[in-house]
Every structure is written in C-alpha cells, then in structure tokens.
C-alpha cells in the first residue's frame, strides 16, 4: 500500500487549495482513508476521511464548513479541498489509511497503519 499526498502550498487567510492523495494497494471500498494535519509542536490530529464502508464521511468540527473530502475511484486518489483557509490550518498535511480501524477509533491516528509523506499548507494572516 503506498500514498502519496501533494498541492500544499502557501495561501492567504480567505483562500482555496487542493490537496490530492494518490493511492495504491487499496481499495475505498473496504478500507478507511482520510487526512490527518500536524503543526509545528503539537500532535497530529484527524482532518476528514472515509470509513471503511466507503460512503461514510467525517470530519472535524472545526473544518466541517470549510473543507470537503472527495476520492475518485477510477484514479484511486483522495482530494481535500479548503476553503475560507485560516492562519491556523497551517501545517503539514498527511493522508493515511486502515483497513482495520472501526468507527470509534477512527480519528486516532494510531490506528493507521499507511501514511503519505506530508505536504506542508502555509495560511499566511
């Protein structure tokens, strides 16, 4: 199973990115994915994701209005959009997948087992 996470970059506070999860060795169907973030000092926390049913989404409630997790099974990737960025959406960005993890775990990140490589988003105030 590989991921590969890309479309960080540097944003006004009030911008828009899009952020894409390549995947592979998995499928959405039975696997969870989602995003995770992490800033500077402080522990990674979970974004958005799938459940392992493949039509469940989540999300936290401080972006709930703000981003929208998508996937396109045909490509096997994951999007995240953002919208209306905050100084305090900045941080490195990671996708991550289980095929194990149940509802009640799943925004703990230790229970994911696969993990992109972070791309770094920069809101600048």
């Known amino acids: 199973v590989q991921l590969q996470a890309s479309g960080g970059g540097l944003v006004q506070a009030g911008g828009s990115l899009r952020l894409s999860c390549a995947t592979s060795?998995?499928?959405?169907?039975?696997?969870?994915v989602g995003w995770f973030r992490q800033a500077p000092g402080q522990d990674r926390e979970f974004v958005a994701g799938f459940g392992r049913s493949g039509t469940s989404t989540y999300y936290e409630d401080n972006v709930k209005a703000r981003f929208l997790i998508s996937r396109d099974s045909a490509k096997n990737t994951m999007y995240l959009q953002m919208n209306s960025l905050r100084p305090e959406d900045t941080a490195h960005y990671y996708c991550?997948?289980?095929?194990?993890?149940?509802?009640?775990?799943?925004?703990?990140?230790?229970?994911?087992?696969?993990w992109g490589q972070g791309t770094l988003v920069t809101v600048s105030s």
């Open positions: 991550a997948a289980s095929r194990s993890v149940i509802t009640s775990s799943f925004r703990d990140p230790r229970y994911y087992h696969y």
């Open positions: 060795g998995l499928t959405f169907s039975t696997w969870a």
